[in-house]
């Protein structure tokens, strides 16, 4: 019985997240193939590393990051005065930024914004979407 379920749990993933047949963008984010490193900015599952290397392929390095002026509220940030959220930031190829675009089901779930993080840098952040 756990085999089955680790058959069944380990098919679906890959079809989520690798397959070809599984979700795609029907409008893709621009993503400017000529830059060669993007930062995204991350606060809630993407911080596992072990998601991370299943979704892009590779491990990815991280570095500590906050983003001044929003709070966490569950699985997305909300701009608020005052506050801040503490997160990552991934630094990646436009192949992975597709890929995490991906996961995050851009478009349904969520949207990629660009944001100033506290360092005075600029990231990629992935925003709730709500109906």
């Given at each position: 019985?756990?085999?089955?379920?680790?058959?069944?749990?380990?098919g679906?993933?890959?079809?989520?997240?690798?397959?070809?047949?599984?979700?795609?963008?029907?409008?893709?984010?621009?993503?400017?193939?000529?830059?060669?490193?993007?930062?995204?900015?991350?606060?809630?599952?993407l911080?596992?590393?072990?998601?991370?290397?299943?979704?892009?392929?590779?491990?990815?390095?991280?570095?500590?990051?906050?983003?001044?002026?929003?709070?966490?509220q569950?699985?997305?940030?909300?701009?608020?005065?005052?506050?801040?959220?503490?997160?990552?930031?991934?630094?990646?190829?436009?192949?992975?930024?597709?890929?995490?675009?991906?996961?995050?089901r851009?478009?349904i779930?969520?949207?990629?914004?660009?944001?100033?993080?506290?360092?005075?840098?600029?990231?990629?952040?992935?925003?709730?979407?709500?109906?």
């Amino acid at each position: 019985m756990l085999v089955i379920g680790i058959a069944i749990g380990s098919g679906g993933f890959w079809y989520t997240f690798m397959s070809p047949y599984g979700y795609h963008p029907s409008e893709t984010a621009v993503i400017d193939e000529r830059i060669p490193e993007q930062d995204v900015f991350v606060y809630g599952t993407l911080r596992y590393d072990w998601l991370r290397w299943i979704i892009m392929g590779t491990p990815i390095e991280t570095r500590e990051a906050t983003l001044p002026g929003y709070h966490r509220q569950d699985l997305d940030i909300q701009p608020q005065p005052g506050a801040e959220v503490h997160g990552e930031v991934l630094t990646i190829d436009p192949a992975a930024l597709k890929a995490l675009d991906r996961y995050e089901r851009l478009g349904i779930r969520y949207t990629r914004e660009s944001v100033k993080l506290a360092d005075g840098t600029t990231a990629w952040a992935y925003k709730r979407l709500f109906d």
